[in-house]
């Protein structure tokens, strides 16, 4: 049997390989399902995020998602000239744009997220009830050690204690 650092390698090689499948899934999708402009990884998270977020920043976007303010910003250019992102102004901070989904935006991410749980069931399809356990299992324990870790990133920036 592997030891912990060898099963840990390979749970990376392959968490690498399914993100990069599923990106490639997903962008495929939004393409199909009509988007007026090329669709990558970016817009997708970043549209997941801001529907996400309702009334969130492009910096706390930028934040959210790794991306560069500056990639954050052309994206949203894009998506609030297509009609699927809208820039409102901050009450309390003129400065500030707050962006959120617009009912068109809601209407396609429903689409997109509609026929991507479609494609995912047919992979999934050919799948044993065991292996599914087993796949499911395995994926909210790792949603679990993510949590945990994003729960202790935000203590240290607050100085908070990990909410459990």
Not at 46 to 69: C, D, F, N, Y
Not at 97 to 118: D, H, N, Y
Not at 134 to 139: C, D, E, M, N, S
């Amino acid at each position: 049997m592997p030891g912990r650092a060898e099963m840990q390698e390979q749970v990376v090689g392959l968490l690498r390989v399914v993100a990069r499948s599923l990106r490639r899934q997903h962008v495929g999708l939004a393409a199909g399902q009509g988007f007026p402009f090329p669709v990558n990884g970016a817009h997708l998270a970043l549209l997941q995020e801001v529907s996400g977020h309702p009334g969130v920043t492009i910096s706390q976007l930028a934040r959210l998602t790794g991306l560069p303010k500056s990639r954050v910003s052309v994206v949203m250019a894009r998506l609030v000239a297509e009609r699927i992102v809208r820039k409102d102004p901050d009450e309390h901070d003129s400065r500030l744009v707050l962006l959120s989904i617009t009912p068109e935006g809601q209407r396609r991410a429903a689409e997109w997220s509609a026929a991507s749980q479609r494609v995912i069931g047919q992979l999934l399809e050919p799948l044993r009830d065991d292996e599914l356990a087993v796949i499911a299992k395995g994926l909210t324990a790792l949603q679990r050690a993510f949590r945990q870790t994003e729960g202790q990133d935000l203590a240290e920036r607050t100085g908070d204690a990990p909410s459990c």
